[in-house]
């Protein structure tokens, strides 16, 4: 099987195990490093998050790995992760609005993005968690929105329990079902497409809206 990044998405669970056979407990560190990334960095938004979670879980249950230590493992790992992005937008953030005649970065927006987390920043942050790419830069936003990080903290942990046990939950108790594990690839599909689903269902009525202002205008 030649290695691309598709390939690794569609067959997580065959490099899953492979890498379980190959590592043994390190598995717990690349895993943790793997979602570290996915919430922590701006720049690695790609990384399987979901499907991986969903994964890892049916791999525990297989006697693989303990549950409970690789469940408070990748919490640990998207919690840390939410807080690295965090303080990278509180402290890059500012200096990304300081020339006042930039045309993307302007005053008016970082005015615009305090105003938004002061109002939305709980269920931004706490949602987040579900929504590929978003869950990445929402941590990032909220920093450089200057959400009172106490309060970031409380919702990311909330979104992260949700998130990170909920999905390896199912995994654990659902991933080795005969029908599941031999459609797995299809599943891997269809958990990232009802991930995006939110994320495509606002861009359509986003789009809509601005069609119907623009003929509304004429």
């Not at 990334?37 to 791999?59: H, K, M, N, Q, Y």
């Not at 830069?137 to 106490?150: D, E, I, L, S």
């Not at 797995?184 to 202002?213: K, Y």
Request: proline residues 5%; aromatic residues 12%.
């Amino acid at each position: 099987m030649d290695f691309n990044p598709l390939d690794l998405i569609l067959h997580l669970d065959v490099y899953l195990d492979m890498l379980v056979t190959n590592y043994g407990t390190w598995i717990y560190a690349i895993l943790f490093l793997v979602i570290f990334c996915e919430t922590g960095l701006v720049v690695t938004p790609f990384l399987p998050g979901d499907s991986l979670l969903f994964i890892a879980g049916a791999v525990a249950a297989g006697g693989a790995m303990d549950p409970l230590l690789l469940g408070g493992l990748l919490m640990l790992a998207a919690i840390l992760g939410d807080s690295t992005n965090y303080l990278i937008g509180r402290t890059a953030g500012e200096k990304l609005f300081s020339n006042p005649n930039s045309k993307i970065f302007r005053r008016d927006y970082l005015q615009q993005t305090h105003d938004f987390y002061d109002k939305h920043g709980g269920k931004t942050v706490t949602l987040a968690r579900f929504l590929p790419i978003i869950r990445t830069f929402a941590p990032f936003v909220a920093g450089v929105g200057k959400m009172p990080y106490v309060r970031f903290f409380g919702f990311s942990v909330l979104g992260t329990v949700l998130w990170v046990g909920g999905l390896v939950t199912l995994g654990y108790f659902f991933g080795n079902v005969p029908f599941i594990k031999q459609n797995l690839s299809l599943l891997v599909v269809g958990i990232i497409f009802v991930s995006l689903l939110p994320m495509i269902i606002s861009l359509v009525r986003s789009r809509l809206a601005r069609c119907n202002s623009n003929a509304e205008s004429r």
